[in-house]
């Protein structure tokens, strides 16, 4: 299976990435999309769209969120005890 170029490969592989969390993949597929002749302002333009597209369903959960609270969800992070500031015995944190 050998339809997709190896331009076309590496772009496919930098969105995966992007869209996995996986750094170490984002760092290989760069390399590889350099190698494979993609310019940095190409990578880059993928990245951000890829960033874009992955965007989406975040902001889908965070606004079912806010419209099933009292208090939208972006007031709520500024307040005491939010996520990512909690005591030192949490168990879980974002």
Known sequence: ???????ER??????????????????FHIQEARKAGLTDAEISEAVELADKIKKVPADKVLEAASRRLSTPVDEQSAAPGACCSLTAGAKSCC
């Open 10 to 27: 590496e772009l496919v592989a930098l969105g995966a990435s992007l869209a996995s969390n996986c750094v170490p993949c984002i760092e």
């Open 1 to 7: 299976m050998n339809i997709l170029n190896p331009r």
